[in-house]
């Protein structure tokens, strides 16, 4: 599977900015899909993942509440809608995937698809 983060930009703190992922090459519908991120001089972290139908979610608790992450297999695209932005939230944040778990999982260690990421950055 082939990803592709589109959506990242500069915004002022409190602001909103929905990011979409792109899918190809492989049966999306049938993969689990989640958002990490990945802050100068920080380790990339967990952000939200979602199951193959959509039906279950799973959230970071720094993000919960400010941000829903939604897919549409019918157009292979994966979604997220963050509002409330702090400047805090200034990262690089990808798009994964994995085909070898069946829950909304938020470890790293479990996506095997990455994209190459896309630049958020909140002002203060």
């Known amino acids: 599977v082939q990803l592709v983060e589109t959506g990242g930009r500069f915004v002022q703190a409190g602001g909103s900015l929905n990011l979409s992922c792109a899918a190809s090459g492989g049966t999306f519908s049938q993969t689990v899909m989640a958002w990490f991120r990945q802050a100068p001089g920080k380790e990339r972290e967990f952000v939200a993942s979602?199951?193959?139908?959509?039906?279950?979610?799973n959230y970071s608790e720094s993000m919960k509440g400010r941000i829903i992450i939604a897919r549409d297999n019918a157009k292979n695209m994966l979604y997220l809608q963050m509002s409330m932005l702090k400047p805090e939230d200034t990262a690089v944040y990808y798009c994964?995937?994995?085909?070898?778990?069946?829950?909304?999982?938020?470890?790293?260690?479990?996506?095997?698809?990455w994209g190459q990421g896309t630049q958020v950055t909140v002002s203060s």
């Open positions: 979602i199951t193959w139908s959509g039906n279950t979610t």
């Open positions: 994964a995937g994995s085909d070898v778990i069946a829950t909304a999982d938020a470890e790293e260690v479990w996506y095997d698809y």
